[in-house]
C-alpha cells in the first residue's frame, strides 16, 4: 500500500512542479507596459491640409488566420491555430488586396501579429508595409512568451494595433487600457491599449488626434465599460484643446441605434453595446450597418446571416469638428478575416 501511494504521488508532484514552474516563468516575464508608452511617430512625406477630405479605413485582419473556412475555440468553435504557414500568407494576400482597393489615406488595423506562433512567425506589420508601401507606427496589445491553452496550446503571441499612414506625424502613443483580468490569469492574457497618433494640420496650430483600438471581447463586460469610459475621458480632453478627434477601430460592442441582425444563439459570443450616453459632448457615432462588419467563430461562415451570428462592432466616434461625408462597409463575405474594413471620408468643420 506505502509503494502504491508512493509511485501515485510521483506524477502528481511532477504535475504541480510543472505547473508551478509554468506560472513563475511566466511572471518572471509578463509583460508590463507602462501608462503611455512614447513610440517612433511616422516622418511623412506629406501634411494634412484642413481644406482637405481624409479617408481611414480601419480593418481587424484576424492574423491571417480567421478566414470563412474557419472556427475559434473561444468563440465555441475547435480550431486553435490555421493548418499551415500557405493558409496564412493566402489569406494576408487577400486581406493586402482589400486594403489596395480601399486606399485610404490612413488604415488602423487590428490584430497585426509580428512574432506568433499562431502565424508561423510572420511579421505581418511588415508584409503590410510593403503591400501598401508606407509607414507604419505599431503598438501591443497581446504579448506573451507562451499562453498555455487549450490543447495544444497556442504559444507565443506578439501581436496588436499598427497604424500605416504617408502623412507626417507629432507624436505616436501606446496608451495602456484597464485589463479585468485578475492574477493568473492576467500572466498569459491580454493587455490591451489604444493607439495614439497626433498629425499636424498645415497653417493651423490644431493637430488631428486618431485612436486605434481593439476592445475587451472575452470578459463579462466590466473590461468594456472601464476600457470605453478611459477612451471617453480622452476624447473629451483632446477636444477640449480644440483639436480634431476620431478613434477608430474594433469595438467589440454594436453601436447603439445600429442595424441589429438576427441572434442566431444565445449560447454563442455575444457582442456588447456602446451607448450614446456614454459618448463626451460633441461626439458621435460613425459606422455603416448595411452589412455586419464581424461574424462570430463558432462554425465557419454559411454565407447566411440566419445561421451565422453577425454584428456591427467596427467603425469611428468622432469630433463634431469633423464632417462625415461618407462610411462605408466593404462586403468580402468574411474571405480571409472574421471582419470587414470599414472606410470614413471626412472634412474638416473649423469649428473653434
Not at 502504491?4 to 511566466?26: E, G
Not at 484576424?62 to 475559434?72: Q, V
Not at 507626417?168 to 501606446?174: I, K, P, V, W
Not at 459632448?281 to 446571416?305: I, K, Q, W
Request: with cysteine.
Amino acid at each position: 500500500m506505502k509503494k502504491l501511494l508512493k509511485y501515485s504521488t510521483i506524477p502528481l508532484l511532477c504535475l504541480l512542479l510543472v505547473i508551478v514552474s509554468l506560472i513563475s516563468y511566466l511572471a518572471i516575464n509578463e509583460y508590463r507596459p507602462p501608462a503611455i508608452e512614447p513610440l517612433i511617430p511616422i516622418v511623412g512625406k506629406e501634411t494634412i491640409d484642413e481644406k482637405q477630405s481624409l479617408s481611414i479605413a480601419t480593418y481587424n485582419i484576424g492574423y491571417g488566420g480567421l478566414s470563412a473556412t474557419e472556427d475559434f475555440f473561444m468563440d465555441g468553435g475547435t480550431n486553435v491555430q490555421p493548418h499551415n504557414k500557405k493558409f496564412v500568407q493566402t489569406n494576408l494576400a487577400a486581406i493586402a488586396q482589400t486594403l489596395q482597393q480601399a486606399n485610404a489615406d490612413i488604415h488602423l488595423l487590428q490584430e497585426v501579429d509580428r512574432q506568433s506562433k499562431r502565424s508561423y512567425y510572420i511579421d505581418e506589420e511588415n508584409y503590410f508595409q510593403e503591400k501598401l508601401n508606407t509607414a507604419s507606427v505599431f503598438a501591443y496589445n497581446f504579448l506573451v512568451d507562451f499562453v498555455p491553452i487549450p490543447v495544444p496550446p497556442i504559444g507565443r503571441v506578439a501581436s496588436g494595433l499598427a497604424t500605416f499612414t504617408d502623412y507626417q506625424m507629432t507624436q505616436a502613443n501606446r496608451i495602456s487600457l484597464p485589463v479585468p483580468f485578475k492574477w493568473p490569469i492576467r500572466l498569459s492574457n491580454l493587455k490591451r491599449a489604444l493607439l495614439e497618433t497626433r498629425f499636424p494640420i498645415a497653417g493651423s496650430d490644431k493637430e488631428l488626434v486618431i485612436f486605434n483600438l481593439h476592445s475587451e471581447a472575452y470578459d463579462s463586460g466590466e473590461g468594456r465599460m472601464a476600457q470605453s469610459k478611459k477612451l471617453a475621458q480622452l476624447l473629451a480632453k483632446e477636444y477640449a484643446k480644440g483639436n480634431y478627434v476620431i478613434a477608430g477601430g474594433d469595438f467589440n460592442q454594436t453601436f447603439e441605434g445600429s442595424h441589429q441582425f438576427p441572434t442566431v444563439s444565445k449560447d454563442i459570443w455575444q457582442a456588447g453595446t456602446f451607448a450614446k450616453k456614454d459618448l463626451p459632448e460633441h461626439f458621435s457615432f460613425a459606422y455603416d450597418d448595411t452589412y455586419p462588419t464581424v461574424r462570430v467563430l463558432n462554425n465557419a461562415y454559411t454565407g447566411d446571416y440566419e445561421t451565422s451570428q453577425v454584428y456591427v462592432i467596427d467603425g469611428f466616434i468622432v469630433s463634431d469638428n469633423v464632417n462625415v461625408e461618407e462610411i462605408k462597409t466593404q462586403n468580402t463575405d468574411f474571405k480571409a478575416t472574421d471582419h470587414h474594413l470599414v472606410k470614413l471620408t471626412i472634412t474638416f468643420s473649423f469649428i473653434i
